[in-house]
């Protein structure tokens, strides 16, 4: 893949080198490794003015500098598979895939016909489970990619039916296998697929839930709505009961042992006692957290306007381009 930067105002090529507050949006990252991450950008200005595009911006230690790609469409979500070659895959609501690789761009579309994203609602995550990309959305559609341009559904006995207005959808799925599959969304909705077949479980909330993470196959966190925070497996959840804040939880990741939550109010991490505690990154006022990703040692956060990562979950260095 070819990493060219592009400039605030004309699209042209070279590094970012921002002097003053950030012009970009962030829109979600990923931690490629310990020493490179990724994130889907917006510029605000040009968005204000009804642009679409977004920007792939990659940061890596040595350079300490940011360099992007522009897309003339929306990307949302974002993975990289370093084997058997370096790939960088970006989606956007209607299921269009950038695929990135070091011969060059190429797109995709997740699913072109009338029982796609196109008509029945947009994309929201990506993952890799197993050996292979999955992706989920609305009417609770999951797709996976069984080869370059092949994306097959993977949502028999979830995914609504054609035409059914009921407002319901996955908005994260993940698993430590192919074999066991966690998705969650609107109405509390929590879904697993053991085998080839999804099945509803029971949910102790109706709140919408924006994240599920797999620790272990006995270990699973959800989290969402209003604070809303539950662990559990299989047929068995419980909330955890907090008074942290009553904002959203949109990113939660674990890292070094321990679970954390970005939130638009700041930063936590679930504590052994079970409390929700506020943590103290160091860093501006105004910073912002929003999505997180760990990967090779590191976390990071990516808020709307705010970069950051640590090593140590104490010391946290600010990256904002």
């Known amino acids: ?9 004309d699209g042209g090529s070279g590094p ?71 790939q960088v895959f970006a989606i956007g609501p209607d299921g269009i895939v950038s695929v990135g690789t070091s011969k060059g761009m190429s797109e995709e579309e997740v699913d072109p016909g009338d029982d796609g994203p196109r008509r029945r609602g947009p994309i929201r995550d990506l993952q890799f489970i197993g050996s292979h990309l999955y992706v989920a959305g609305m009417s609770r559609q999951v797709y996976r990619r ?17 035409g059914d207005m009921t407002v ?63 662990r559990g497996s299989g047929e068995r959840w419980r909330i955890i009961e907090h008074d942290a804040t009553a904002e959203d939880f949109w990113g ?3 890292f070094g042992d321990r679970l954390y939550l970005a939130c ?20 501006a006022a105004e910073w912002t957290t929003r999505h997180l990703h760990t990967n090779d040692g590191v976390l990071w956060s990516f808020g709307p306007k705010s970069i950051a990562w640590t090593e140590d979950g104490r010391l946290w260095n600010d990256v904002t381009p």
């Open 264 to 283: 638009d109010d700041g930063l936590y991490v679930l504590a052994a006692d079970d409390s929700v505690n506020a943590v103290d990154t160091g860093l």
């Open 16 to 86: 970012v080198n921002q002097i003053g507050p950030t012009p970009f949006s962030f829109l979600s990252g990923f931690v490629q490794d310990r020493n490179t991450a990724r994130v889907i950008a917006q510029v605000d200005q040009l968005r204000d003015q009804g642009s679409t595009a977004s920007r792939l911006m990659k940061w890596t230690r040595d350079e300490g500098q940011w360099m992007s790609f522009r897309l003339e469409w929306t990307a949302t979500r974002m993975w990289v598979l370093t084997k058997p070659e370096m």
């Open 168 to 230: 319901a959808g996955f908005n994260s799925i993940d698993g430590l296998d192919e074999n066991d599959i966690y998705a969650v969304g609107f109405n509390g909705e929590i879904w697993r697929r053991s085998g080839e077949k999804w099945r509803k479980l029971d949910s102790p909330t109706n709140l919408v839930l924006h994240r599920v993470r797999v620790i272990r196959p006995d270990l699973v966190f959800i989290c969402g709505q209003e604070g809303v925070l539950m």
């Open 252 to 254: 939660m990741e674990w």
């Open 146 to 162: 069984e080869a370059p341009n092949r994306w097959m559904r993977q949502d028999d006995g979830a995914v609504l039916p054609r």
């Open 1 to 9: 893949m070819t990493d060219a930067d592009t400039s605030v105002d």
